[in-house]
């Protein structure tokens, strides 16, 4: 569930990463509230995916998915030119989003605080 979570936080980065674009400096009302809602669904969503995942792999997860998202949907919808090089550096970056989340590391179960 934890990996669950940080997947659509990172969605949810996305959408206010292109919000934020789209907001023209917190001119347009539109894409202002869309940027505020979704900014703070991705921050609790990494926040509790963070109690369960270590902090820097679900930081690197949900910065590269976010990351990669938001330029996907620039170069579709024509904010951003597309090149073969590019693409080569996205699909670097899922890969190493998809690495991480193989690469073995503390169980749910063990992300309880230590007693001091």
């Known amino acids: ?7 659509v936080s990172a ?3 996305a959408v206010w990463a292109t919000a934020l674009g789209m907001s023209e400096g917190f001119t347009r009302l539109v894409p202002t509230l869309v940027f505020f809602v979704a900014l703070t669904a991705s921050m ?3 926040g509790w995916a963070a109690k369960h995942i270590p902090i820097g792999t679900a930081y690197a997860v949900w ?3 976010g ?3 938001t330029v996907l949907y ?7 030119s ?4 590019k693409i080569v550096f996205l699909t670097g970056i899922i890969a190493a989003v998809v690495g991480l989340k ?3 590391g503390r169980s749910e179960r063990d992300t309880e605080p230590a007693a001091k």
Request: charged share 5%; no cysteine.
């Open 1 to 7: 569930m934890p990996w669950i979570v940080l997947v």
């Open 11 to 13: 969605v949810f980065e």
């Open 44 to 46: 609790a969503g990494l």
């Open 63 to 65: 910065v590269g998915i």
């Open 67 to 69: 990351a990669a998202l």
């Open 74 to 80: 620039a170069m579709a919808t024509g904010g951003e």
């Open 82 to 85: 597309v090149s073969a090089a």
């Open 102 to 104: 193989l690469v073995p």
